[in-house]
């Protein structure tokens, strides 16, 4: 299927190189290729997993005449970044270079270093609502149902059987324990970060206590840290922190984490939470991607434990409060007296079943799966 970012990835190479990161599985290499068999002129797909592949990378011998170069999983060949500078910096002037990859490439993102102003960085996330909707016609509440069953991951969204999504589930989070995992830690470890993954899974949408959780897992809780920074570099999960002005406090506050795959989520509103998570997530990086905007995804928490689960800022300024309900219409008073506090943001009552759209005062109460299915991307 074709992905919402694919004309926007087009634009951006004919100006600069291209960088792809997201979660394994998510549909990067399906996209470069897709983006390679449209390409005008010809291009060339190389992957360094394949060692035909690889030894074209490493003496340099494509096709000169290619006009598109998708280089896919370099991140694992040996110096690659400065490798990387030469070849695009003796680039035919009319030769574009696309980048895929996942944790460290995505990692490398953040820090740019000698390949600064050369890229443009794009994230692509599992399958949304608008996505599903545009390429399949679906209406919006087919697709978040699609998406709540399945996850959004295109092999087990895209399977003709919820079993078949099922089992790919349990291959996909063994082998990156098994494989990725093993890259960042220890092997005498694992047991250990299977049974947080699996503590993560029943703690969707509350915050996190890293030091009760590792007083049951028996480790230290910078232990416990550094297994979350791995989950988190792997795409497997991410982490929404609480809003506040003073930034350093924020990053004490207890974190929320949510996980890339919503069908490792157990419980209906835990699901359609994290699916919300997901879908504001992908919202802000198109945008940041796509327009260079700073913008955060966070949740508000006040000392007497009130809550909203989301609040979407721009330069560290709130201006949409969003709260998620299965079924329950009543406006909670704390989102309402943000409400007041900020009058210039929006307020949204996210409901997964609701008859009809409502606005109360402040407060717009709409239906989940449209509103979701009206995100960026």
Not at 5 to 26: E, H, N, W, Y
Not at 97 to 126: I, K, M
Not at 274 to 292: C, I, K, Y
């Amino acid at each position: 299927m074709k992905r919402n970012i694919t004309p926007f990835i087009q634009s951006d190479l004919a100006r600069k190189m291209v960088f792809l990161s997201g979660p394994r599985q998510a549909g990067k290499t399906t996209l470069a290729k897709s983006l390679a068999s449209d390409w005008q002129g010809s291009a060339q797909v190389l992957n360094w997993d394949v060692v035909a592949d690889r030894r074209v990378i490493l003496e340099q011998s494509w096709q000169p005449s290619s006009g598109l170069l998708v280089f896919d999983e370099l991140h694992k060949m040996t110096h690659w970044k400065a490798w990387l500078k030469g070849v695009y910096d003796g680039r035919l002037a009319d030769q574009s270079l696309l980048v895929t990859g996942s944790a460290r490439l995505d990692t490398f993102r953040q820090t740019g270093e000698s390949l600064a102003g050369r890229y443009f960085a794009w994230r692509l996330h599992p399958i949304t609502v608008v996505e599903w909707v545009t390429m399949s016609g679906a209406t919006a509440e087919e697709a978040l149902s699609r998406l709540l069953e399945r996850g959004g991951f295109p092999e087990p969204f895209l399977a003709e059987r919820p079993v078949e999504a099922e089992r790919w589930r349990r291959q996909y989070l063994e082998g990156m324990i098994r494989d990725d995992i093993l890259e960042f830690s220890r092997i005498g470890e694992i047991r250990a970060m299977r049974t947080f993954i699996e503590m993560l899974r029943v703690r969707v949408g509350s915050p996190l206590s890293l030091a009760s959780m590792a007083r049951d897992l028996q480790i230290s809780p910078t232990t416990l840290g550094s297994y979350l920074g791995i989950l988190e570099a792997l795409h497997i999960v991410f982490i929404v922190r609480p809003f506040h002005h003073n930034i350093a406090r924020a990053l004490l506050k207890e974190p929320k984490v949510y996980f890339f795959d919503t069908g490792l989520v157990e419980g209906e509103g835990a699901r359609f939470e994290n699916a919300s998570a997901t879908l504001l997530l992908r919202h802000v990086h198109f945008l940041q991607d796509s327009e260079g905007r700073d913008m955060t995804l966070s949740y508000i928490r006040d000392k007497e434990g009130r809550e909203i689960d989301f609040v979407l800022c721009e330069r560290s300024n709130p201006f949409h409060f969003i709260e998620c309900k299965l079924s329950d219409l009543t406006v909670p008073p704390y989102l309402l007296a943000t409400a007041t506090r900020f009058p210039s943001a929006k307020n949204t009552l996210l409901v997964r079943y609701l008859r009809q759209p409502e606005q109360r005062g402040p407060i717009a109460i709409e239906r989940a799966a449209d509103w979701l299915a009206s995100l960026a991307a």
